[in-house]
């Protein structure tokens, strides 16, 4: 059996743990990312944090074969360096060769939402199939694209990046600069925000007591209140699951994936999210008869899908002879 | 050098030509598909055809590699068969084995749209690179995918049907059964349906003579009307751009391929199309600073892009080792 150390870079937190050449994740380890530091600072940290999470499972850093690092933002894999990030303070920053200057291993980076795709993809809701598509409904839609148990993000790793499709022509304004992107209709905030405007519409629904009670919205109240039987939550189901499955049907028609993983908070719900989502968004492809469906699949791999995800990647990559040094 | 037979299938008629290991295509044929026909009758002359233009070039049928075919549809490729089509009459046909009856090569099938991908992909807009997509403006929008030099289109090869994703939620009725989809607003019909309304709702518009003038609407009248200085022309096209650029990045977001090739009869129109198009689709995707950036440029290979891109398909499966007996 072969190891990988998997690093999930996030804004609050560094995670990282050791993982074997079928998925299984051994150990853990988290640090705190202090995001407002230098970025040489936090890369040295995350190479620590390798060494540290490796003598915490008993190995030596020759029992490891790559470190595989899924960071936010697009990173330029042939090169080693993180190009750019939204949320952090890397531009063209030489991750590899910072990492390498605290372990000795090849070093591979990708997007954070490709890593939980893959993650899924050889331990998760898709293992076992060589096409899926993971898309994760959280503050925003995070896609990863996995082709031949490949990540796939085109020419430059950036893309991928359904959440900002078009899916209303000239509808909200999304951070991203375009017009009804996805995300603005089918994300976890996208669902609180439409709670609280319902709620500002319909003074006889209780979505503004229970807005009250929870401090503010957030994408559980439509499905509390529905489950008391408040007609104005269940309209906003309808209506949300209908732009949901309208771009889960989007993303069928693009890739037809073997199975679609759908993951983030919001699955939590269960059936009364579950059973629409599946219902419409199956009714909408094309399929012609006699062709093979999409399957669609909750998440499977959680919180530790980046942890996972990224030594997969970094699997992926070694076995593939890219150069990690 | 090694030699391919393309075929190219479609309602009308069945052309074939021989092509090179380089994408040249050195002669070609054409016959009739009469469509109404049993699918053994046509798979049959579609045999003949390709033994035709191996012997037109004065080749023997020992000196050709495969042979590949574009078709409308759904193929499914391992078996050898096409799945289904809508406007022809197959119905998981054993085209493979129907070819080989008559000529003992090699037989590959794929998708029309994948084909002219590929031919892009090998000798046309997007030679020399190995993430492309192609996009066809015509009476729908046809869509084909390169990923590292072979054409995606998923588990069930009925993918990459970006003209099928919605991109105006619950707007027009599409013939595929959803609303709002991308060749509802982009195609070269919608073009001819936009001018059509247009010309009814501004009667001072020169539109309605045009259309009058030409016995129908068609993709051409709104570009002659605006290079007329038609004030409601210049407002469509304005308008038409737009929804074109919102699924031009809407391509770009999901695969950043490093071309995105548009065709189709439509781009003859030269700058007063391109120039909106281009500036308005470049303006809209994510890319991050110091994050290299999708060319988007015009189809080149015209009529022959489905035999060219049927054989080059055929040579990528016989490259990759994959059974086409």
Redesign the interface.
């Given at each position: 059996m072969a190891y990988y150390v998997g690093i999930d870079l996030g804004g609050t937190n560094i995670k990282a743990g050791v993982v074997d050449s079928d998925g299984n994740l051994l150990n853990k380890l988290s640090i705190k990312t202090h995001a407002e530091r230098d970025e040489k600072e936090i890369i040295h940290d995350m190479g620590k944090l390798a060494v540290d999470v490796i003598k915490d499972l008993g190995k030596e850093i020759s029992d490891i074969e790559a470190i595989g690092i899924g960071s936010p933002?697009?990173p330029d894999n042939e090169e080693g360096l993180l190009?750019?990030?939204?949320n952090l303070p890397f531009?063209?920053s030489p991750m590899r060769k910072l990492i390498r200057d605290v372990v000795d291993l090849p070093v591979y980076i990708d997007n954070d939402a490709n890593c939980a795709a893959m993650a899924e993809a050889v331990a998760g809701a898709a293992k076992g199939?060589?096409?899926s598509v993971t898309i994760t409904l959280g503050t925003g839609v995070g896609a990863g694209v996995i082709?031949n148990g490949r990540i796939?993000?085109?020419?430059?790793?950036?893309?991928?990046?359904?959440g900002?499709?078009?899916?209303?022509?000239g509808?909200l304004q999304c951070k991203?600069?375009?017009r009804?992107c996805f995300e603005q209709?089918a994300s976890a905030s996208a669902l609180a925000r439409m709670t609280k405007e319902a709620a500002e519409k319909n003074p006889d629904s209780i979505l503004k007591d229970l807005i009250a009670k929870e401090g503010g919205s957030n994408a559980k109240i439509a499905f509390d209140a529905m489950r008391e039987g408040d007609k104005t939550a269940a309209e906003l189901i309808e209506s949300y699951t209908?732009?949901l499955a309208?771009?889960l049907?989007?993303v069928i028609?693009?890739?037809?994936?073997?199975v679609l993983v759908v993951g983030g908070g919001v699955c939590n719900e269960g059936d009364p999210l579950l059973i629409p989502m599946r219902e419409k968004t199956m009714s909408?492809?094309?399929?012609?008869?006699?062709?093979?469906?999409?399957e669609i699949k909750l998440a499977e791999m959680g919180n530790d899908a980046g942890i996972v995800g990224a030594a997969m990647m970094g699997k992926a990559c070694m076995d593939d002879g890219k150069n990690g040094r």
């Open positions: 933002g697009t190009v750019y990030s939204a531009n063209n199939t060589k096409d082709i796939y993000s085109g020419f430059n790793q950036a893309g991928s990046e359904f900002h499709t078009v899916l209303v022509s509808g991203c600069g375009r009804g209709y209908d732009y309208d771009g049907a989007n028609n693009t890739f037809m994936p073997e909408r492809p094309y399929f012609g008869p006699g062709v093979k469906k999409t």
